[in-house]
């Protein structure tokens, strides 16, 4: 009897104090987080989707007979929703994960089977099998943790919902949708990684008695240019970290990449998280749901296409809110952002939008400091809206119209779209595509509409998109902005070269100069240091010079 009260007391008893800590572990394998999906039996009755590493993680069995788009909920707040194609060999679709919309394609393996991979942290492999986890701030049941990846590439996680039940702790990623269930015993947590209830990998942890060893890689060269000076001084200053954190760097021109190099473990096929640069793909799916007609013009209010609930915050000035105002960051709305190139002394609805549950709400709630389609002040909110418009008017999810329309004609497949809290794709920024298919988008702009032959958005909308329409006023150089396209200007020992960009958090841009037929992408990682407009310098400085020889 005292035997199991002192066992039981023991259960009960730890404190969280006693496990705040650095705590380290080794992942089984390098490919645990590339999962395998794939859907059985299609068109039966008795289908099923199955999720597996070197294991079984979800097999769940659904109805397929009744409907031209699957809708499969396979666990608690993740779902697929796909397509068939045509030719009945893959299906298009995305799996909805925490805040992200995972892009898979899943290709016909045979009669019966639909097979594709799921990288659930968006990288091909991990470059290091260590893990880490922070348990910070605990005091009896109160605690945080905060999960690491030896594999930097990884962007990370968003951590949120701690809580702890006897010897039990759980907490969960927001932003992919990973579970985290620990368990504490004497000198060590045993921890497992969840999709939904079902097990994708179990580590034991250890305190750390050394420091972490994060991103510790050997630059990746992919020189497509030998002996050119100016890329090979380049080279030398990012390995030296004077350009710190540049994560890639690639040239077009004519169509042909003539220039492609890869740093600090970055390569081809991991999709790099684009902040706001993605605000000008949100910009091409206004433009193809204009070019299909789904809407009249840029001219009309955004009131026409919010619900009912909405139309209380109408009045005279709100109601001139139009399509346009929203693509040139023009809608008079307080909602003035302090991220990307920003020297705004005060806080607005930028800061706080998206913190609040109903984001559509609290913009159209906010002030106005300005008539609409008079001045240009840089925001979130503008394009936030204009997803929240053309959700309204598409006939299936925005998702699937934007892979439809955009990414397979494009032939991009290897993506994901962050979502807002309706899961719907967010406008604002967010997306995560892999240099080269940032390089396809620029490509598709210089074509004016056109990639590889094929007609994906009309001339007009590119000319449209392309014009200067007024200058921002928050931001420190007062750049020229199109329908979320930025307008600079740089200089050369022989001219001024006038660039279109997309611009995001970091250093993720895309630079499209009509006058040189080339198209130059660089991503980066300066998220805090002041040196998110990097790229700008790097470009000046060595590619410039290449572009004008």
């Known amino acids: 009897m005292l035997l199991i009260v002192l066992l039981s007391f023991s259960t009960y008893a730890q404190d969280m104090k006693d496990y705040t800590s650095n705590w380290e572990g080794k992942i089984e394998s390098s490919r645990t987080f590339n999962i395998k999906v794939e859907i059985e039996n299609l068109g039966l009755e008795k289908a099923r989707f199955k999720i597996s590493n070197n294991k079984s993680i979800i097999d769940y069995p659904f109805d397929s007979k009744s409907t031209s788009i699957l809708k499969i909920p396979f666990a608690e707040n993740h779902s697929f929703e796909g397509v068939l194609s045509e030719n009945e060999k893959e299906i298009n679709g995305f799996i909805k994960s925490g805040l992200l919309l995972y892009h898979l394609k899943l290709t016909l393996s045979n009669r019966n089977s639909f097979v594709g991979v799921w990288n659930i942290l968006m990288v091909d492999k991990l470059k290091s099998e260590k893990f880490y986890l922070s348990l910070e701030n605990g005091s009896g049941n109160n605690y945080e943790a905060y999960p690491f990846f030896g594999d930097n590439t990884f962007t990370g996680t968003w951590c949120t919902n701690f809580q702890k039940e006897n010897d039990s702790l759980f907490f969960e990623d927001f932003k992919t949708g990973l579970k985290f269930k620990g368990k504490l015993l004497p000198q060590k947590i045993n921890l497992g990684i969840y999709i939904g209830d079902g097990l994708v990998s179990q580590i034991d942890l250890k305190k750390s008695n050394t420091d972490w060893e994060i991103g510790l890689f050997d630059t990746i060269k992919i020189d497509k240019i030998t002996g050119n000076l100016q890329f090979e001084e380049m080279e030398k200053l990012i390995a030296k970290d004077s350009f710190p954190n540049t994560h890639s760097v690639l040239i077009s021109r004519k169509g042909e990449l003539i220039y492609e190099n890869y740093f600090d473990g970055y390569n081809s096929n991991i999709p790099h998280q684009m902040k706001s640069a993605s605000k000008s793909i949100s910009s091409a799916i206004v433009g193809i749901a204009k070019d299909k007609s789904l809407f009249i013009n840029v001219e009309q209010s955004i009131f026409d296409f919010l619900p009912k609930k909405y139309q209380t915050y109408k009045d005279s000035l709100k109601s001139k809110i139009n399509l346009e105002s929203l693509l040139t960051m023009s809608s008079g709305i307080d909602a003035v952002d302090y991220g990307i190139n920003a020297n705004a002394e005060s806080p607005a609805v930028e800061d706080n939008f998206q913190m609040t549950k109903d984001w559509t709400e609290t ?187």
């Open 363 to 549: 913009i159209l709630n906010s002030k106005m400091i300005n008539r609409p389609n008079t001045k240009a002040n840089y925001g979130s909110a503008n394009p936030y809206l204009l997803g929240v418009a053309i959700d309204s008017i598409v006939s299936e999810s925005l998702a699937l119209f934007i892979d439809k329309n955009l990414f397979q004609p494009l032939k991009i497949s290897n993506y994901v779209i962050q979502s807002d809290l309706k899961g719907k794709p967010y406008f604002g920024g967010g997306m995560y595509l892999t240099p080269k298919d940032m390089l396809k988008f620029g490509e598709l702009y210089l074509g004016k509409g056109k990639w590889e032959s094929k007609r994906i958005l009309s001339k007009k909308w590119i000319k449209n998109s392309f014009k200067n329409y007024r200058n921002l006023e928050n931001v420190q150089e007062k750049n020229g902005y199109g329908y979320l396209w930025w307008h600079n200007t740089y200089e050369t020992k022989r001219k001024r070269i006038k660039s279109i960009e997309a611009r995001g958090n970091g250093g993720q841009y895309i630079f499209v100069l009509p006058s040189l037929k080339t198209v130059v992408v660089i991503t980066a990682g300066n998220y805090r240091n002041g040196k998110t407009q990097q790229p700008e310098m790097v470009f000046e400085k060595y590619i410039l010079p290449y572009l004008e020889n």
